[in-house]
């Protein structure tokens, strides 16, 4: 009904179109959620422009499709290409820059590339703690997940 009376190309249509491919998620339908979220990125891009702030949540809709289906070269591809608009657009130190870095190094560790993923976190604590703070959570968690890390290779030398 949204195709209908708004548009195939409505904002509106476009997350019915979204909401929809989650359904399918749940079902574990993955052909069609992949179907669907490329349809509405490409419809985005070309409505709104290549680095509007709803193409990059589209990318990410879509990476998450792919790390869910454990297609972790996809899924690099994707956050790589995050990564580097917001670096363009947001600037290097912005929040939202530092969350795909860090996407991006749990990427590299689930892809087993230990030692990437320990430098671009530690760069992300390196950053977060000093424009966020040390306390805040997002700082914290980055923290954390370093220190696990590397705690997961110190045990592998030890064996």
């Known amino acids: 009904m949204s195709k209908r009376v708004l548009g195939q190309e409505h904002p509106h249509t476009l997350t019915s179109i979204a909401n929809l491919a989650t359904t399918y998620k749940i079902q574990g339908r993955w052909m069609k959620v992949e179907e669907l979220k ?6 985005r891009k ?12 589209s990318i990410g809709n879509l990476d998450m499709t792919y790390k869910e289906q454990g ?3 996809e899924a690099e591809e994707l956050e790589v290409q995050v990564l580097e608009m917001r670096k363009r657009v947001l600037g290097q130190e912005h929040p939202y820059t ?4 860090n996407n991006l190094s749990y990427t590299y560790k689930l892809q087993g590339r230990i ?7 530690a760069e992300v604590v390196t950053l977060r703690s000093r424009i966020l ?12 997940s370093l220190e696990r890390w590397r705690d997961e290779v110190e045990s592998l030398v030890d064996i």
């Open 115 to 121: 030692d990437e993923a320990i430098t671009m976190v």
């Open 133 to 144: 703070g040390e306390d805040h959570p997002r700082t914290k968690g980055s923290m954390n």
């Open 98 to 101: 530092l969350t795909a870095m």
């Open 38 to 43: 490329v349809q509405v990125l490409e419809v």
């Open 46 to 57: 070309r409505i709104l422009g290549q680095e509007h702030t709803d193409i990059l949540t």
């Open 71 to 73: 297609r972790w070269m």
